[in-house]
């Protein structure tokens, strides 16, 4: 057989021959799969994040990952300036009605002097400058970025404010730090001598007090409460109080209540408090130097206080007659606290507490113990605790940590345990 008679023989084979019609005409196309798609997805997405933007603002929803809070108004997106009064978050920072710096107002000091009872004042990532007051203005300073992308620096202070009594003022997500103070007066990073309330939360306070006098490196208070919770104050080099020092205005005795706080390495006795009353709950107060003959950890004098679940250790005053960790006149009642390795002197003598300071290790929850820290380079300290630590789950037992154990003694501790 010839290669060309094969080859058609072959093809014969494969290929189908549709039959003749009933009707003897030509053959009926019975296949169905005739293309008649009308999809009419044409892409019309102008988000050049590759995202959903059904309002074409040039920013995908939320629900496609993007950050439009609101893919159904174009005018409602991460670049909008926030209108006032609308009671709508215009630039999807999770706040309504702020006034926004800079944005909304050039300088910091303009929007607190705009702003009124109950309003947000918003500062966007950056480095501002210090030397601002609040006003008696019920409001709320906040970084949209938090502590880490946020930071006011310099001034004398950095941040002075003045709510009258019954009248507060929050401080939140900002790194204070640059701020000076002179003797006699109170307050390098903050400063508040009205008696209203100060509230400082997820913040961070450190370099404040420049020269060794004046009162008070982080946070000074003369009659005026305050409240902190979830805030580092470190490397602040004050004598007298500097992480936080307190005392009466005339007859106006202060509030100070510390919760999940921590304070290292700063230079100066760090917390120093008189004829006030005093919480502490969860506090770290460690590595911290001095050469004050009351210590480096805690002074308390003419105070009614608690001090719970914290840790102070590893401080250390040169001077020969400190009580280094923690001196109070009495009227201090300590739980489920570890005070260790605290000294003084050039003998480095062990000087935890003073006479009048009512602790016993093995007493009330009390302990004497090394907390092992994750790092202890005291101007940058890390003091989560180690997985070997002892003071995992030795805190009061009423209380709990995030994950519903008992609660750990120190700074990441208890229900305000994760920040």
């Known amino acids: 057989m010839s290669y060309f008679r094969f080859t058609s023989v072959f093809l014969s084979a494969c290929l189908w021959i549709p039959e003749p019609s009933d009707e003897g005409g030509a053959a009926a196309d019975t296949d169905t799969d005739t293309d008649t798609d009308t999809d009419t997805d044409t892409d019309t997405d102008t988000d050049t994040g590759g995202g959903f933007d059904v309002d074409a603002d040039g920013h995908a929803s939320e629900p496609a990952g993007g950050d439009d809070c609101n893919d159904d108004d174009a005018a409602i997106n991460p670049d909008a300036t926030e209108l006032r009064g609308n009671s709508v978050d215009d630039d999807c920072n999770d706040y309504t009605d702020e006034l926004s710096v800079p944005r909304a107002y050039a300088t910091i000091q303009q929007a607190l002097d705009a702003a009124a009872d109950r309003d947000t004042v918003v500062l966007k990532p950056g480095s501002y400058t210090g030397g601002l007051v609040v006003p008696d203005t019920e409001l709320t300073l906040v970084g949209e970025g938090g502590a ?22 929050t401080l939140a997500g900002i790194t204070i730090s640059g701020g000076t103070v002179s ?190 820290f994750t790092d202890t380079d005291w101007s940058a300290a890390d003091v989560h605790l180690r997985s070997s630590s002892p003071l995992i789950d030795a805190g009061d037992p009423a209380g709990r940590d995030v994950d519903g154990t008992v609660a750990d003694i120190g700074a990441y501790g208890g229900s305000g345990g994760s920040w």
């Open 183 to 372: 003797f006699p007066s109170i307050g390098a990073g903050v400063r508040c001598l009205s008696p209203g309330t100060v509230t400082i939360r997820d913040s961070v306070l450190t370099d404040n007090g420049g020269a060794q006098n004046g009162y008070g490196g982080g946070l000074g208070l003369s009659g005026c409460n305050a409240v902190v919770s979830k805030t580092s104050f470190h490397s602040n080099p004050l004598d007298i109080g500097a992480a936080v020092y307190a005392t009466r205005n005339g007859s106006v005795t202060p509030s100070v209540s510390l919760t999940n706080v921590s304070m290292t390495g700063n230079a100066g006795v760090a917390v120093w408090v008189t004829y006030s009353s005093l919480t502490m709950d969860h506090v770290v107060v460690s590595g911290n130097t001095t050469a004050n003959n009351n210590g480096a950890g805690v002074y308390t004098q003419s105070v009614v206080g608690v001090i719970t679940n914290s840790i102070i250790s590893n401080n250390y005053s040169t001077s020969s007659v400190a009580y280094t960790g923690l001196a109070t006149t009495g009227g201090v009642t300590v739980y489920y606290t570890d005070v260790w390795d605290n000294r003084s002197g050039s003998s480095y003598a062990l000087s935890n507490v003073n006479t009048m300071t009512v602790f016993t290790a093995g007493v009330s929850g009390n302990l004497d113990v090394d907390p092992r």
């Open 148 to 169: 880490a992308e946020t930071t006011v620096s310099g001034g004398s202070p950095v941040i002075e404010v003045e709510p009258s009594i019954g009248r507060s003022v």
